[in-house]
């Protein structure tokens, strides 16, 4: 069976299932091997420490998990931007997921409850900061609240481009997700495009050195002589690689899952990007499959 869903798809899809008694119903993460590790941000709230990554079906091993108050993104450069971005480059996350929960008490709080509840500890109006609201990232609706989170990331310069972010609300009671923002839609390049701009240059590069091959040294074209017929021979063969590369690309499904752009030592290569249509194969490390979700733990507050 061709497993063509995406981590995100498959998490949703198998999330829906088995809150609708389908016991089969599970994660295989070795089939999303490109897309793991992924990284949470999640509020702090107690309650989500048995959901996540349970209800993901992700192992424990592949979930990186970001929290502060209220999955708040304070800006581009905040300390839940830098920790994200940091997960990706240092611990290899693949895809982001803001994911918001149900009954958030940070959503409840107005800018008097925090007050009351400052002063209640002992901390007075006059040492607290001018704008609460900001200071602390306030908000009123839980989705809102994630929908802003996913756009301030996405715009964020240290979040890297190819890396999805995705939003999701989790149902404390139910563990049931829903799937706010696909990050696969918001991703700035496709594969294919960074591939296309690769050819495009590489190619007005050959252009240029036809010109130059058709200099003559005396009487002698330098393409008779052995040195000319080399590079002749090598512009031939990157010719081939070109015509190669882009029937692939104009014949190929586009591309899913986190686009890869092709490092420099790739261009030069002239191989077509990993992580392509063809997905996992054998390179990447396995993941056991751990037994699929079977029964979403039901908590009573
Ligand atoms: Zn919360």
């Given at each position: 069976m061709g497993n063509t869903m995406r981590l995100l798809e498959a998490i949703v899809d198998a999330n829906h299932r088995a809150l609708a008694g389908d016991p089969k119903a599970g994660l295989r993460p070795s089939e999303h091997a490109d897309s793991l590790p992924v990284?949470?941000?999640t509020c702090l709230d107690a309650r989500l420490n048995p959901v996540?990554?349970?209800v993901l079906g992700i192992p424990e091993e592949q979930f990186l998990w970001v929290r502060n108050a209220g999955n708040v993104v304070g800006g581009p450069f905040s300390s839940a931007a830098r920790a994200l971005a940091l997960a990706c480059l240092l611990e290899g996350a693949r895809e982001i997921l803001v994911i918001g929960h149900s009954d958030c008490r940070v959503a409840r709080q107005s800018v008097m409850s925090l007050l009351d509840r400052f002063s209640a500890l002992g901390i007075s109006r006059d040492r607290l900061p001018e704008n609460l609201l900001e200071t602390f990232g306030l908000f009123a609706s839980e989705p809102q609240n994630v929908h802003a989170a996913c756009d301030t990331l996405r715009k964020s310069p240290i979040i890297p481009p190819h890396v999805p972010v995705h939003g999701l609300m989790v149902d404390l009671d139910t563990g049931r997700l829903e799937w706010l923002v696909n990050g696969y839609?918001?991703?700035?390049t496709t594969t294919a495009e960074a591939v296309q701009a690769t050819v495009a240059s590489v190619r007005e590069t050959l252009g240029r050195i036809g010109d130059w091959t058709e200099f003559r040294i005396g009487s002698?074209?330098?393409s008779d002589l052995p040195i000319g017929r080399t590079v002749a021979g090598a512009i031939d063969r990157l010719e081939g690689t070109l015509g190669k590369l882009e029937q692939a690309l104009g014949t190929a499904p586009s591309i899913s899952g986190p686009?890869?752009?092709?490092t420099p030592s790739q261009e030069s290569g002239v191989e077509p990007a990993e992580g392509g249509p063809q997905g996992p194969?054998?390179?990447?490390k396995a993941i056991p499959i751990p037994p699929p979700v079977t029964r979403l733990r039901h908590r009573d507050r």
């Open positions: 990284v949470a941000l996540l990554p349970e839609t918001t991703l700035p002698v074209a330098l686009a890869v752009t092709p194969s054998g390179s990447k």
